[in-house]
């Protein structure tokens, strides 16, 4: 991911990236869900509550990659990073919904 951030940094006067620099990023991303979400079903999470935000964060960054000859540079790094962004804000909702469920079953 280093490597496509530094070439779409390179490039951002450019009409749009590289394939490769937008594969490293979105490439890169994609696989994180995908690692993330292997780890979360290894460790007992349902398929379905795993499926609602690996979906997502596997699809944007490939539809990313289809759209590369389209997307400025500075369009690319936007949609990857509002893509991540809109996870960990998902995750933290999720944390705070299971807090406040476990403290309701507390007596």
Do not use: C, N
Not at 47 to 55: E, G, H, K, S
Not at 62 to 82: E, K, M, N, R
Request: aromatic fraction near 4%; avoid cysteine.
């Amino acid at each position: 991911m280093a490597a496509g951030l530094a070439t779409a940094v390179e490039e951002a006067g450019h009409a749009h990236l590289p394939l490769g620099a937008v594969g490293a990023l979105a490439g890169g991303l994609a696989v994180y869900h995908l690692a993330h979400a292997a780890i979360a079903l290894r460790f007992g999470r349902a398929p379905r509550d795993v499926v609602t935000w690996a979906l997502p964060g596997v699809a944007v960054p490939l539809l990313v990659v289809l759209g590369t000859d389209h997307l400025a540079p500075w369009l690319v790094v936007l949609l990857l990073a509002a893509g991540a962004i809109g996870h960990l804000l998902y995750a933290k909702a999720i944390v705070r919904r299971r807090t406040r469920e476990a403290q309701s079953r507390l007596p």
